[in-house]
């Protein structure tokens, strides 16, 4: 086989293993008494829901209200993440003080905190957003951390001798150098935010994809729930093809082509 | 004493724990010399040189530039290490910049001198790419452009062409040299590589083993472009392999 029909079946083989999957799912789904709904029926309860409300909304209101909490989250996340981070990787008194803390907070599950939180904020908006807060602040504060401490020494020393002061060693040359990994950092906690939201919303909420599942299990609508929760990995998808695509954008000295 | 003297080491002494790595090292360097450092591997050379730009404090002793204790932030120093250390976040011409930027220099002066430089080492056609697009011994020319474009007062280089091949090297020791005359910096220029001390430099500073002092300070006054298949490279070649031997 040649180079040019190698990469042919790269792009072959991703179709290949995508209508394996429907075929399993199919047949997994032809018993009388399954439980799995089929994929036509899965495609027919979203095509409904797109345009039917549920608890007064229809499926791209539902999906807006979770990506909202994951949003609106992801920005104090990333804020106080990279903030938290830095501080950590960068100053050693910062880290006598914070680390230890941290360290103690941060093997909590993010779930954990559901109850105390619905019972500090209520079931409003803040408690998912404080959840989706936890889940995705622990990852963005490690890597920005790692990035921090993994910039080559070489580097600084470059900046140090060429005059740079402690502000621009920091925001010149350790900021720049770190990006790659608090996009990393941001990518991880992507999916660690998603979970936590339809977790959240899962126990209370009354709007949002995790609000969907749990009516969907309530009224044994298995087919409203395997199409939420391919919604949710689409969704996913979406989000994480956009920050490789900003990745590009944000970093064109590391992942862009400049000729 | 008189004026001209830009760099005077004085006593200079570093110990690691116990490890006395430099022993009271003293010499003087003029303005607008250029000098290389020979002495055996792992004798201390790179450590003088941090000394010197203060990414280390010496045990005893003072490094004065222009009189007075040298420090980077005051004395425009500049620093070519091991290997390349251009910044992967800028690109060819903004690397170049850096430096000058961070002096505040005004920015048609940064403007001429980027396109000087970038014309003398080449890489016009570069000046748009990052590092990472690069081979090695170009970015080696960046970080070497980049310190020469500040028309530092000292310019200190730690073996910085000790990875590249021997047509490259022999290509950028010209380029070093082309613009040490045109800049009128002082370079220290450290190497295990005698034969590049003697094409380059106007003195040799010759180390002894660790812990390092001064064997000899070795006038090197060929006429230049140098010849180094000359009787008399070759002599000063052999005469200072001869001082460096330990064995």
Redesign the interface.
């Known amino acids: 086989m040649d180079s040019k029909e190698v990469k042919k079946w790269y792009y072959v083989l991703p179709i290949i293993s995508i209508l394996m999957f429907i075929v399993l799912w199919i047949f997994l789904s032809i018993p009388a008494d399954s439980m799995i709904p089929s994929p036509k029926e899965t495609w027919l309860r979203f095509a409904d829901i797109c345009v039917h409300p549920i608890s007064q909304a229809i499926l791209i209101v539902h999906i807006w209200s979770s990506l909202r909490r994951v949003l609106i989250a992801f920005a104090f996340a990333i804020f106080l993440g990279v903030l938290l981070g830095v501080g950590l990787g960068w100053s050693k008194t910062f880290y006598s003080i914070f680390d230890p803390v941290f360290e103690l907070l941060r093997p909590i599950p993010p779930i954990a905190w559901i109850p105390l939180i619905i019972l500090w904020c209520g079931i409003g908006e803040l408690p998912k957003i404080i959840i989706v807060f936890i889940g995705s602040f622990v990852s963005i504060v490690l890597n920005t951390y790692a990035g921090i401490k993994d910039i080559d020494p070489?580097?600084i020393?470059?900046?140090?001798?060429?005059?740079?002061?402690k502000r621009?060693l920091l925001f010149e040359?350790a900021l720049?150098?770190t990006?790659p990994a608090i996009l990393a950092g941001i990518r991880t906690a992507l999916s660690s935010g998603w979970m936590c939201v339809v977790a959240a919303e899962m126990i209370a909420a009354r709007q949002g994809v995790g609000f969907l599942i749990v009516q969907g299990q309530q009224s044994g609508d298995t087919a409203l729930i395997v199409a939420c929760m391919l919604v949710i990995g689409v969704v996913s998808m979406l989000m994480s093809t956009f920050l490789s695509k900003m990745e590009g954008v944000l970093?064109?000295?590391?992942f862009g082509k400049?000729? | 004493m008189s004026d001209d003297v830009k760099v005077k080491v004085r006593g200079l002494t570093k110990k690691f724990g116990d490890l006395l790595v430099l022993d009271n090292i003293s010499f003087d360097i003029k303005k607008g010399d250029f000098v290389c450092i020979v002495g055996p591997t792992g004798c201390g050379k790179t450590t003088f040189l941090n000394l010197l730009?203060k990414?280390l404090e010496p045990t005893s002793g003072q490094i004065l530039i222009d009189n007075e204790p040298a420090d980077?932030?005051k004395h425009n120093?500049?620093?070519v290490?091991q290997?390349p250390?251009a910044?992967?976040?800028?690109?060819v011409e903004q690397n170049i910049q850096?430096?000058m930027k961070?002096?505040k220099l005004a920015p048609e002066v940064i403007k001429e001198r980027t396109e000087e430089i970038l014309t003398a080492l080449g890489l016009s056609d570069v000046r748009?790419?990052?590092?990472?697009?690069l081979s090695a011994s170009m970015e080696q020319r960046v970080?070497i452009g980049?310190s020469f474009a500040?028309h530092p007062d000292l310019l200190?280089m730690d073996e910085p062409y000790a990875q590249m091949d021997i047509k490259v090297r022999y290509y950028l020791e010209d380029q070093v040299i082309k613009l040490w005359q045109q800049t009128g910096s002082t370079v220290l220029f450290i190497t295990h590589n005698i034969e590049e001390a003697v094409y380059l430099s106007e003195k040799c500073l010759i180390l002894t083993n660790k812990p390092a002092t001064i064997r000899e300070e070795k006038k090197i006054d060929l006429p230049r472009p140098r010849d180094i298949a000359s009787e008399e490279f070759i002599e000063l070649r052999e005469y200072i392999t001869k001082q460096i031997k330990w064995w």
């Open positions: 070489l580097i020393n470059a900046g140090k001798v060429l005059g740079a002061n621009q040359v720049p150098a990006i970093c064109p000295w590391k400049t000729k | 730009v990414l980077p932030k120093i500049s620093f290490f290997e250390s910044f992967p976040w800028l690109t850096y430096g961070i002096k748009n790419s990052f590092p990472r697009e970080v980049r500040m200190l």
